[in-house]
């Protein structure tokens, strides 16, 4: 991932490199701009420097010299061409990327919620569909339409590299489409204020080719597999009890759509709505302490005895 | 004399005799009693600038606090709820408590003296709607100092701000007093739109109103059309929450984005009324110091105004990430890139009026005129962000706060605390001292940049804004820093504006009626001015009556020393609205309990519905009553003077 993995001057796709120039048309133009205005004020104030005190103001006559509308003119005429090339382009860019070219290669549904990402793979049966949280896999090099739903405050689903923000509104269908041209992972972030977590609400979209996204789609597909050692056969036995209020694994009963689906957990790069790495201290902190990493957080802390804790983090290890 | 009598105002000389008779008119009652009645526009003008400036007092240290907790990544200095309220405070006292009341302070002091007048149309009004504003402010900084802030940035989005999501008092104070602070924008609005059009002197006709006068007018209408439309936002938020009304909530078919809509609608146009009077004092006091009149004056006029109509038309572009069809935001995509033309025209007619001038280069000149650069670039960024494609990456990121503080702290704090230089001689008689004024102005100026035009890169590395922190590792932790660093630099600046002010106060040198050498009215009075403000009602004949002898264009000159007397009781003329031709005499009211007790009213009437305590609300309510019953009961000295012959009534 490169240093500035949010920076939105440089694009991976087909959509966002449409607004990449566009957006460096306008920032040039912005800048010689501020530069030559600049020279111009500088340059005014200080061709007569008649320095002094502050009554010198008195001294000096009142005057009216010179044309000034000329300048009013021309700065106008020179201002409408800047103008007028922006005007155009934003109409014509706005056409081209207002909707994906041709049929979309897939289609999903992503929920925002306080404070994660839902993403939802529709296929043709109930068994085709799955739902997973904070990674959302697309293959490279087609585009991709992404049907946006708020499950309670206003969310905006933004992944710079990719594609410009669109709002998830609670109560209405928004629409919006990405295009990966470069396999790759690519972050996202909700930027619209969604209250106290708005700030911890990222996810990344992982780019691949087609058949390593069919491949995982598959995976994603499946159930998870029943625990084998004690330890994770207790570990079920607390998830069921404590975590299936709100989270799912298919394959178990834990069957709550009101937290993310933790069906293939260990899969998924990032936890906490995109708040730590997933790795085994990470998760087991997350588990017993949510309110510590993200505070205000809908997860409750959960007061696990250690062998509880461990026997949780065993079991989920093997949810991959 | 008959009442209700024709008469025609006596012509005179200034003289001592008509001065000491005008002061016992005029002036206000010593002590306490006068200084909670008085509806002298100065005394009310000055309140708002000194009430104004300690709000962004308050403000800029909550702005303080929030960037020593952004100066690193993933500090926790503050917890979640307190950067939220924090911050959302910090909006809510630098857009709603500090920038518009200060250019009301500015003009509610100014526009008499510009115009010729002895006061605004509506004292009594003119008092209602500071004493509101302070109760508004009070209102709304008591839900903040109990842990109950707002905490949904200033624009307050719902469904966040419903009580589903949002259980504590913080949406109801916020609620309840934006409609309060509303009372006081709408009252104030209506009273500047007819003191503009009824009492300027006579001669000042509409083609020789200074721009400040012109930008306050334009901010007033643009206030009286849109409050009502953020009031009734707040009132139905207020009623979602209380009562379960659904207006905002969509699992029973509210809308969401009404709750946008409303805003914006008021929001975009309430952004040109703060800067479009600063706009105007520079047009004004800009061309004193390059001694000449500004270029182009009738169109930077007609540009004030122009850019007031387009901004009404431009609020989606608020909302361009909403979902919005793509006509819509075509439309709306194309009036802000339109908008730019007008304002291009100001800034051309300030650089033609520095080129063509003589400059002399003054703490206030270097205010205004670092002003045009910090002008250019919130005008850039914001014609960037006008173009839609490039909005959806700009939008909601650091780069739009950086483009919203280079509009509001470079087209409105520079401008004022410029015109607080160019102006302070004329509110207390004594000159701010123009050595420390160039240590504030170079402190300020380097400090707002280095704290705010890395913001730009910071917003295009992708930082979201309104998050309480931020991870390493995204290429936002030096600008970060930087950002802290400049704004603390800022703010020692804006700490030596105050120290200059004080200082000055006293010991400041004494300046006399016109130490600019500058143009227009106010400069005519003494400094400060007397209670009555003009001794003979001046007529005027150019848009520069002090400047007629050096300039001679040969329009004729401006009488200020003989005019209309006007000295039967507390009296002012009213001209027509285009020509100023005199029209009637106005008997102005004497000083009134009757707007502090109404504001007292309203405030405990809000303070029942926050609490929903019947009892105090009508309480309150009751005291509104009697307010007004007190302040419309007739009086026979307030009776306007019938003309005896019916076809007089006309002239």
Redesign the interface.
Known sequence: MSATPLAYLTGAGARADTTVSLTWFTLIVSILVCLIIGALVWWGARRYSARGGALATTSVTVERGGNGIRWIVIGLIISAVPLLIALVWTMAALAEISGPPGNPALVLDVTGHQWWWEARYNGTHPSDTFSTANEIHIPVGVPVLVRLHGADVIHSFWVPKLAGKTDAIPGQNNVTWLQADVPGRYRGQCTEYCGLQHAKMAFEVVAEPRAAFERWRARQLQTAPPPVTPQQKQGLAVVNYRCSLCHAIRGTSAGSGYGPDLTHLMSRQLIAGGALQNTPGNLAGWIQDPQSVKPGSLMPRQYLSGPELAAVTAYLETLQ | MRPAAFRTPEIGEDNPILRARLHAIWETTPGWRGWLSTVDHKQIGLRYIVTAFVLLAIGGIEALVIRLQLAGPNLTLL???QY?QLFSTHGMTMIFLYASPILSGFSNYLWPLIFGSRDMAFPRLNALSYWVYLAAALFLYSGFVIGAGPN??WFN?V??AEK??NPGLNQDFYALGMVLLGISTTVGAANFIVTFFKTRAPGMSINRVPIFAWGTLTASVANLVVVPAVSLAFFLLWMDRQYGTQFFK??HG????LWQHLFWIFGHPWVYAIVLPAMGMVSDALP??C???L??HT?VALATVSVMILGFGVWVHHMF???LP?LA??FF??AS??I??PS??T???W?????????????A?LFF??M??LF??GG??G??T????????????YFVVAHLHYVLIGINVFPVVGATYFWFPKFTGR?MD?RLGRWNFWTMFLGFNLGFLPMHLTG????????????D???WDILNLITSIGSFAFAIGVLLFFINCWRSLRHG?VAGD????A?TLEWSTSSPPPPYNFAVIPTVASR?PL?ED??R?GEGRSSLFRGMLLDHGKEAIATTSLDADPERILEMPEDSYAPLLLAIGLAILFVGLLLMRGIVAGVGGALVFLALLLWLWPRASLKEREPDQPEAAHG
Do not use: C, K
């Open positions: 917890t979640p709820d939220n949904d940035g989005y469904p966040y589903d999501y969509p699992e509210g809308q969401p984005l004193v110091f001694r000449r009149p270029v182009g169109l990430a909403t979902g793509g935001m075509s995509s194309g890139i339109i730019t033309v291009a025209v800034v051309f007619a650089i033609a009026t520095i080129w063509l001038g003589r400059p002399v280069i003054t703490t000149f005129a670092s045009i650069l250019v670039i850039v960024s014609f960037m006008a173009s839609v494609p490039v909005d959806w990456q700009l939008t909601d990121t000159m123009e295009l590395l992708g930082m979201p804004r309104r998050v309480y922190t931020y991870p590792g995204m290429g040198e016109n130490p600019w050498g143009p520069h400047w050096q300039l264009e």
